[in-house]
């Protein structure tokens, strides 16, 4: 680098000494620090006078290698950075101040219009903001909770209706922000079973923040080595759905045939590879041609077939299972069930879970062949997960150590924002999810 000066030779100690400064770090902005340095003080007289003249003389410094970077355009960088860890620190500190007074906050929330007849639309549900306090008053058993993760389910459908008490849940009110199964991070609690801190998972509101009046529905997580998304779906809710349908209801035995309907779904999935290990012939159905691929070159299915293509479900079943169906795991309900009925083997075992085909329709499908129970003594059992609930730390036990050994494969189908959720919630119902639909409402 060449540079051309006026000045003499006292200017040129000074463009050494500022491109020293550049070099080793040490910028203008430090210049407050260096003048309380007692040589420092003694030069401040000859610098004050001397500051004219070091700005004509800067004003000449040509530079040929322009890849040597300007001291004007090198200092801001350093500032901005400096800035951001300003703001993200000054962030976290405003967050636990206006918790530990009781601020209040925004909460964007996605609130359920009215009761719905017929297909559910996005359009019955829309994103609102309201606000929230980030205590609990001292008078609450409550918690409340920054929500992570919320769970799309089929049932969430049925409370959609009109209707009193349907399995334990009641109806959502208009007006209101939906719930369903989530994972969440406590921020508050004045209930001794929770800290702030605590992860956990259980009913919640469609909302970024949620006072949850009734702990009961909640359950510390205390693994993390897995994704805590895992927690809506294979550790949660539905992975004890199919561990307690298949296990506890339909009592397995080692080789039989097991049909599964809606298989590449949040259960299906984890059904079929609980039974495989057993030495069960396994089936699946599914709604497209990918997921039958899915069923059968990544879960482990020994065959699976698409039940939009099959115009006889009877024949379809007869074809897959010559000698007939020792389990169904009942996902779909309809002309799926009047088939299957005519194929269980005698003694059969059906775990009903849900019945996807009849969500949505004012008048539900009969069912015409339910006197194959009784020819064929077979067992038809609903259930439903919360009766299980007790059994989740036993659930935990079998379950974490096959995911952690790669044993078994979870599927999940991710969408990011509360805004992306009543489309996410829909698609259920479309066959668009491949795997268990999860919202995300924020990274822990």
Request: net charge positive; with cysteine; charged share 25%.
């Amino acid at each position: 680098m060449t540079l051309s000066v006026s000045g003499g030779h006292g200017a040129v100690e000074r463009i050494n000494r500022f491109l020293r400064r550049i070099i080793t770090g040490r910028y203008p902005h430090q210049q407050q620090q260096e003048n309380n340095h007692p040589k420092q003080n003694s030069k401040r007289f000859e610098q004050e006078n001397t500051k004219t003249q070091q700005q004509k003389t800067n004003k000449t410094i040509q530079a040929d290698d322009r890849r040597t970077p300007h001291p004007k355009s090198v200092k801001p960088r350093r500032l901005a950075v400096s800035g951001r860890c300003r703001k993200l620190r000054l962030s976290e500190e405003n967050r636990q101040r206006m918790a530990s007074s009781g601020e209040e906050v925004s909460n964007k929330q996605l609130i359920f219009r009215d009761y719905v007849t017929g297909f559910p639309q996005e359009s019955d549900m829309y994103v609102t903001t309201g606000t929230v306090k980030l205590k609990v008053s001292e008078d609450s058993n409550g918690v409340l909770l920054k929500n992570l993760y919320l769970s799309c389910d089929p049932y969430m459908r049925i409370l959609m209706k009109k209707q009193e008490g349907v399995g334990g849940f009641s109806s959502y009110t208009p007006g209101s922000p939906l719930t369903g199964f989530g994972v969440s991070k406590v921020l508050d609690s004045r209930n001794p079973e929770f800290k702030e801190g605590d992860l956990v998972w259980g009913i919640t509101g469609w909302e970024e923040y949620s006072l949850i009046t009734n702990p009961q529905v909640l359950f510390k997580i205390l693994h993390t080595d897995v994704p805590l998304s895992y927690y809506t779906g294979i550790l949660g809710m539905p992975g004890l759905t199919a561990y307690a349908g298949f296990y506890e209801v339909s009592s397995p035995k080692k080789g039989e045939n097991v049909f599964i309907s809606a298989a590449s779904g949040a259960v299906g999935q984890l059904v079929g590879q609980f039974a495989k290990p057993m030495g069960c012939y396994v089936v699946g159905s599914a709604g497209s041609k990918d997921k039958v691929d899915l069923l059968k070159n990544k879960l482990g299915f020994d065959e699976a077939f698409n039940y939009k293509e099959e115009h006889d479900l009877d024949a379809a079943l007869k074809r897959c299972f010559p000698e007939g169906i020792d389990i169904y795991f009942e996902n779909v309900g309809g002309k799926m069930l009047d088939a299957v009925l005519l194929n269980m083997r005698p003694h059969g075992r059906i775990a009903v879970c849900g019945m996807i085909s009849q969500y949505n329709l004012d008048q539900p499908e009969g069912v015409h062949n339910l006197m194959s129970i009784i020819y064929k003594r077979v067992r038809l059992e609903g259930f439903g997960a919360p009766d299980y609930f007790p059994q989740h730390p036993k659930f935990l036990d079998i379950v974490l150590p096959y995911i952690r050994e790669g044993k078994i494969k979870y599927i999940e189908d991710i969408v990011e924002g509360l805004e992306k959720g009543p489309g996410a919630f829909i698609g259920l119902f479309k066959g668009q999810n491949v795997g268990k639909q999860v919202v995300v409402v924020a990274r822990e």
